[in-house]
């Protein structure tokens, strides 16, 4: 997860939520963060899950305590529609790159479909070279700069949807819901080898990182424009990245002992596993692993109480 660097001290405030920003093309991921972080003027905030400058879509932006949890945000399905260019090859596999060749455009809708096919379920792709993926220390896309090519390993990656939209001349445009580490443009290339005509991905916007929607997002510009109140009224509580979690409610005695990292005694019934675990004001103390064996939940990661002048979203029903 990707972390800002913090402003002096005195400018910044205690912010603990969760922000669904749809960030615009021509900005990286760690610039729209940047401008989302001094508008909210934030002590401590992070992105999950990269986009390239040229995509948009969907960014979860965690700030203060929501950090914590934001791993399960990162290893999500995501969600794309994407935009392939047939009968052009570039450096990148994008419209970055300086174009390679060009090659005349004739297949079927029939061979569009076998085409999709092969690459739906379980495959190997091999990462870009422009990528921020190290090698020996530094980021592949270093040695493209260069000129130089390294070999990559193939890694395992699931496709789980993969379906055309809309196909227009040599543009086809195809929702993509895929496992961590996928490269939808590496995804554009292979579709375009396997027409035999070559491809690039032309655009790509992120609709959907696991069960968050870019429906529910916010563009950068409405909310850079908005007063701090209206702002702060746009953050979702910070166990909404826990919902999937089964919750455990506790006395007093035993939120206080959770907060403090000691186990507590659990009720029979309760769910085998991680819990989310909540005060007996409703108030989100943080996540825990029940053992069934023992009858008690031990905290892995506890949430900081607030203080004074802290921005905290009440927490989700538990």
């Given at each position: 997860?990707?972390?800002?660097?913090?402003?002096?001290?005195?400018?910044?405030?205690?912010?603990?939520?969760?922000?669904?920003?749809?960030?615009?093309?021509?900005?990286?991921?760690?610039?729209?963060?940047?401008?989302?972080?001094?508008?909210?003027?934030?002590?401590?905030?992070?992105?999950?899950?990269?986009?390239?400058?040229?995509?948009?879509?969907?960014?979860?932006?965690?700030?203060?305590?929501?950090?914590?949890?934001?791993?399960?945000?990162?290893?999500?399905?995501?969600?794309?529609?994407?935009?392939?260019?047939?009968?052009v090859t570039?450096?990148?596999?994008?419209?970055?790159?300086?174009?390679?060749?060009?090659?005349?455009?004739?297949?079927?809708?029939?061979?569009?479909?076998?085409?999709?096919?092969?690459?739906?379920?379980?495959?190997?792709?091999?990462?870009?070279?422009?990528?921020?993926?190290?090698?020996?220390?530094?980021?592949?896309?270093?040695?493209?700069?260069?000129?130089?090519?390294?070999?990559?390993?193939?890694?395992?990656?699931?496709?789980?949807?993969?379906?055309?939209?809309?196909?227009?001349?040599?543009?086809?445009?195809?929702?993509?819901?895929?496992?961590?580490?996928?490269?939808?443009?590496?995804?554009?290339?292979?579709?375009?080898?396997?027409?035999?005509?070559?491809?690039?991905?032309?655009?790509?916007?992120?609709?959907?990182?696991?069960?968050?929607?870019?429906?529910?997002?916010?563009?950068?510009?409405?909310?850079?424009?908005?007063?701090?109140?209206?702002?702060?009224?746009l953050l979702?509580?910070?166990?909404?990245l826990l919902?999937?979690?089964?919750?455990?409610?506790?006395?007093?005695?035993?939120?206080?002992?959770?907060?403090?990292?000691?186990?507590?005694?659990?009720?029979?019934?309760?769910?085998?596993?991680?819990?989310?675990?909540?005060?007996?004001?409703?108030?989100?103390?943080?996540?825990?692993?029940?053992?069934?064996?023992?009858?008690?939940?031990?905290?892995?990661?506890?949430?900081?109480?607030?203080?004074?002048?802290?921005?905290?979203?009440?927490?989700?029903?538990?």
């Amino acid at each position: 997860m990707a972390t800002a660097t913090d402003r002096p001290r005195r400018e910044r405030r205690r912010v603990d939520g969760v922000l669904l920003l749809d960030k615009p093309t021509g900005c990286s991921s760690n610039a729209a963060l940047q401008r989302v972080k001094r508008a909210y003027g934030a002590a401590k905030a992070g992105h999950a899950g990269t986009l390239d400058p040229a995509a948009s879509g969907l960014l979860p932006v965690c700030f203060g305590e929501a950090t914590k949890f934001a791993q399960g945000l990162t290893d999500a399905d995501k969600t794309y529609e994407a935009l392939v260019e047939l009968g052009v090859t570039t450096t990148t596999g994008d419209a970055e790159g300086e174009v390679t060749g060009r090659h005349a455009v004739a297949v079927s809708p029939e061979a569009i479909e076998a085409a999709l096919g092969r690459f739906r379920g379980a495959i190997l792709q091999v990462p870009p070279m422009h990528s921020a993926l190290k090698r020996q220390g530094q980021p592949l896309y270093a040695y493209a700069r260069r000129g130089e090519e390294v070999a990559r390993a193939p890694r395992p990656v699931t496709i789980h949807e993969l379906r055309l939209l809309e196909g227009s001349g040599t543009r086809l445009r195809l929702l993509v819901r895929c496992s961590k580490g996928t490269y939808v443009r590496v995804l554009a290339e292979d579709i375009g080898r396997g027409l035999g005509c070559g491809a690039h991905l032309a655009g790509l916007r992120r609709t959907a990182v696991g069960a968050f929607a870019v429906a529910q997002a916010h563009p950068l510009d409405v909310l850079e424009a908005m007063t701090p109140g209206e702002r702060d009224g746009l953050l979702l509580p910070v166990d909404a990245l826990l919902e999937g979690l089964p919750s455990l409610q506790l006395d007093a005695a035993a939120a206080a002992a959770f907060r403090h990292g000691r186990a507590v005694r659990t009720p029979s019934g309760a769910a085998a596993g991680l819990l989310r675990a909540y005060g007996p004001e409703g108030e989100f103390l943080g996540v825990g692993c029940h053992d069934t064996v023992r009858g008690e939940v031990l905290p892995s990661r506890v949430v900081a109480a607030a203080a004074g002048g802290a921005v905290s979203v009440p927490a989700s029903a538990a």
